[in-house]
């Protein structure tokens, strides 16, 4: 049980760590889209 429940937190963690990247890859992407477009202008 312990190393289920150690799999399980292991695996959480993993998923916690690609949404934060996926968030901070997407916050990037949209910040540089708002300065190409303020360049534009």
């Known amino acids: ?3 289920e429940a ?3 937190a292991e695996k959480a963690a993993a998923e916690e ?5 996926k968030a901070a890859a ?8 708002a300065a190409a ?3 534009e202008e």
Do not use: M, T, Y
């Open 1 to 3: 049980a312990a190393a």
């Open 37 to 39: 477009e303020a360049e």
């Open 26 to 33: 997407e916050a990037k992407a949209a910040a540089e889209k």
């Open 17 to 21: 760590k690609a949404a934060a990247e």
């Open 6 to 8: 150690k799999a399980a």
